[in-house]
């Protein structure tokens, strides 16, 4: 599984980004895709998750509300929608891809769940 993140850039607080993780050499639907955040000088943070099979959605309580995950099987694509962008939104922000289904209590959030990673990018989000 190869993992592309793409969609970061600079913009001012308030404004709106769209990230992107495009998968290959496995098909989306049978992946489990978590968005991963981390910001300079601090340990890595999961902020969304979509499972593979059903779709059903996770979000870290400090992004509820304004980042929204989907996905496009037919695209090989999930997207990270993320509005109100904050200062504190600012980081390196990456994909990671579980094989197979997931079932409620599975640590949605916890990198080490994922096997597989995209090599990130970056929001950076000026005040």
């Known amino acids: 599984v190869q993992l592309q993140a793409s969609g970061g850039g600079s913009v001012q607080a308030g404004g709106s980004l769209r990230l992107s993780c495009e998968a290959s050499?496995?098909?989306?639907?049978?992946?489990?895709i978590g968005w991963f955040r981390q910001a300079p000088g601090k340990e890595r943070e999961g902020v969304s998750c979509?499972?593979?099979?059903?779709?059903?959605?996770h979000y870290a309580d400090s992004v509820k509300g304004r980042f929204t995950i989907s996905r496009d099987n037919a695209k090989n694509t999930v997207y990270l929608e993320i509005d109100s962008l904050k200062a504190e939104d600012t980081a390196l922000y990456y994909c990671?891809?579980?094989?197979?289904?997931?079932?409620?209590?599975?640590?949605?959030?916890?990198?080490?769940?994922?096997?597989?990673w995209g090599q990130g990018t970056l929001v950076t989000v000026s005040s």
């Open positions: 050499g496995y098909t989306l639907d049978y992946l489990t």
């Open positions: 990671a891809a579980f094989i197979g289904a997931v079932v409620p209590g599975w640590p949605f959030l916890s990198a080490g769940a994922y096997d597989y």
């Open positions: 979509i499972s593979s099979e059903g779709g059903s959605t």
